[in-house]
């Protein structure tokens, strides 16, 4: 599965981002401290799978932007799965709402909005937090070991 596009709005020390991968194979994120490299990898595993990678407990209000005009943060993700079929995740933080799309080269689509239809469809597809975590982000230094 191949990741598209992602749209961040207020999340963490994001504004409003949109960025596009579509077509770059392997890429990498680079950056200087603060640039926001590891809150696009924060918002992308959000919203596959509804929870922070650096932040626990269950208070969802620390990753809105404390300049937020509305207190809700937005995230959308686009993959690409098999070349023909595309997966959108949407997550709104703050208003405790989500919903994930697969829109099929037919033109037919299926639409998910219970959380736990999500997780298992995300499961379905072979995506788990752990997996996401060691295979996708490179811990400071870890290039060097």
Request: glycine share 8%; net charge positive.
């Amino acid at each position: 599965m191949e990741l598209l596009h992602v749209t961040i709005k207020d999340f963490l020390g994001i504004k409003n981002a949109s960025l596009d991968f579509e077509g770059r194979g392997l890429f990498s994120i680079q950056g200087v401290n603060g640039a926001g490299k590891t809150s696009i990898l924060e918002a992308v595993y959000y919203a596959l799978f509804e929870k922070s990678l650096r932040f626990s407990g269950n208070s969802k209000s620390e990753l809105v932007n404390v300049y937020s005009q509305d207190g809700v943060a937005v995230i959308e993700a686009v993959f690409r799965k098999n070349d023909r079929t595309i997966i959108t995740i949407k997550r709104f933080i703050g208003k405790n709402s989500r919903y994930m799309r697969y829109d099929y080269e037919n033109g037919t689509s299926l639409e998910f909005t219970k959380n736990e239809e999500i997780r298992s469809e995300i499961e379905h597809l072979g995506f788990f937090p752990q997996n996401f975590r060691y295979s996708v982000i490179l811990p400071q230094g870890g290039a060097s070991r």
